[in-house]
């Protein structure tokens, strides 16, 4: 595990993000993650008690466990990018067995994929690392290609293989994002009903959001896509890092149509600060009552240095943890597991805290 210099090594300039302590909305108005959380905030919930079982059961997983914290691995890219773009790197990936034995090697909470890479080894593993099924999906073989997310499973298939979870995306802003948002928040209940949490992969798609910027990864967009998603009951956010604030305002230079926002939310809720910027993510989410998790993102040269900058911020800004794949999944095997573990060193560390 890294020791504080290392990570401040790894920062470089972005070394200041641990020195940073003035936050537009302050600690006392977020919910701070905690080890208890499952007892704090979701007992409360309408949840029922085998939700809370298997949340408790996750969050006292790996090398995070009872902390309030969780790292997850997700590979469910093998639809989401094709198995071609995401496995060529690393073929051994091609085998679902080696999904999870990376999760279990790595100490992670929890891993996330699809029906099919979990449901082939449920019977080893589902008794070993909570299971999380991804049941939609973009499917990326229709020419052109199209973005929907489409159901490869269902709720019962993924209970009686003994997953803890479920997962769904939405694309918030499509021309196909109603009709996701009906059929997971049916998921969503049905998955409650049955036990289990739910996940949602809270995402922007409509490339109107492209203008003078790419404001998919903007904290005032992607925090109503949070709000949205935690309306239907998502147990977890997963939430892009924000890059950038103003997509509302990009949107409606010269328009009068889209949506609704007050300029508050970038004077006085929010700065330029990346911490700033996820905080504001949070808020959205029951002001951190329910967690948030960032993605990881693509795969790239310093993917330690990148993935640990994210951790950085996100525990800053009060969320919850990192769900990262690719970064890991496409190094070998033990660089793979190096990566995940200096993610979870971020969490581990007491000098570094929420502002």
Not at 85 to 97: G, L, Q, R, V, W
């Amino acid at each position: 595990m890294l020791q504080t210099k290392e990570i401040q090594e790894l920062l470089g300039k972005d070394a200041a993000l641990l020195e940073f302590s003035s936050p537009k909305i302050d600690k006392k108005s977020i919910t701070v993650p905690a080890k208890e959380v499952v007892d704090t905030t979701f007992s409360y919930s309408d949840r029922n008690n085998r939700v809370l079982g298997n949340l408790a059961r996750m969050y006292s997983s790996g090398n995070l466990a009872n902390t309030g914290y969780l790292s997850i691995l997700p590979v469910d890219q093998g639809i989401e990018h094709s198995a071609a773009a995401s496995f060529a790197k690393n073929p051994m990936f091609f085998d679902a067995e080696n999904i999870v034995k990376l999760a279990i090697a790595a100490g992670c909470n929890g891993v996330a994929s699809t029906l099919g890479v979990l449901g082939i080894v449920s019977r080893k593993y589902a008794h070993k690392i909570p299971f999380i099924v991804k049941l939609n999906h973009n499917e990326l073989l229709t020419s052109p290609n199209t973005f929907d997310q489409v159901m490869f499973g269902t709720v019962d298939q993924a209970y009686n293989m003994g997953a803890a979870g479920v997962g769904a995306t939405i694309y918030y802003g499509s021309p196909e994002s109603n009709r996701q948002i009906v059929e997971v928040s049916k998921m969503f209940a049905h998955a409650h009903s049955k036990g289990m949490f739910t996940i949602l992969w809270c995402y922007l798609r409509n490339s109107d959001f492209k203008t003078d910027k790419d404001y998919h990864a903007s904290a005032d967009l992607t925090g109503q896509a949070n709000h949205l998603g935690v309306t239907i009951e998502a147990d977890i956010i997963k939430q892009k890092l924000p890059e950038n604030n103003g997509g509302y305002k990009a949107m409606n230079s010269g328009k009068t149509s889209f949506g609704k926002y007050d300029q508050r939310i970038y004077t006085e809720l929010c700065s330029d600060n990346p911490i700033d910027l996820a905080r504001y993510q949070l808020m959205n989410n029951y002001a951190g009552r329910i967690p948030l998790i960032n993605s990881g993102g693509a795969s790239g040269k310093n993917d330690i240095a990148a993935a640990v900058r994210t951790a950085v911020i996100n525990k800053r800004a009060g969320g919850s943890g990192l769900i990262l794949g690719r970064k890991a999944f496409q190094k070998p095997f033990e660089q793979g597991v190096e990566i995940i573990q200096a993610v979870q060193s971020v969490y581990l560390n007491p000098d570094i805290t929420v502002v």
